[in-house]
């Protein structure tokens, strides 16, 4: 499956976006999914995933409340919005599927090519 992720881009604290990723060459709904961030000199970390059918969630505590995954199956999407955005969000973005909902990012089989999501303060 090949991962597009979009919507980022520079926001004000406080403000919001959301986040896409398309997915093709496979349903997407044989997939958990997850969203991972990277800041700059940091690790890829767990923000947000969904089970195959959109039943389940978990989120890191750092975005909890403030961040919702949602997916669309039919439209073989799956969207990160977020909100009350914090300086210390800013980031790049990844989708990434895998066969469970994984936070870890080495579980993942496949990436998006990640979107930057720039929060300033």
């Known amino acids: 499956v090949q991962l597009q992720a979009s919507g980022g881009g520079l926001v004000q604290a406080g403000g919001s976006l959301r986040l896409s990723c398309a997915a093709s060459g496979r349903t997407l709904s044989s997939y958990s999914m997850g969203w991972f961030r990277q800041a700059p000199g940091k690790e890829r970390t767990f923000v947000a995933t969904?089970?195959?059918?959109?039943?389940?969630?978990n989120y890191a505590d750092s975005v909890k409340g403030r961040f919702t995954i949602s997916r669309d199956n039919a439209k073989n999407t799956v969207l990160l919005q977020m909100n009350s955005l914090l300086a210390e969000d800013t980031a790049v973005y990844y989708c990434?599927?895998?066969?469970?909902?994984?936070?870890?990012?080495?579980?993942?089989?496949?990436w998006g090519q990640g979107t930057q999501v720039t929060v300033s303060s």
């Open positions: 969904i089970s195959k059918t959109g039943v389940a969630t």
């Open positions: 990434a599927a895998s066969q469970a909902s994984y936070v870890r990012p080495a579980q993942y089989n496949y």
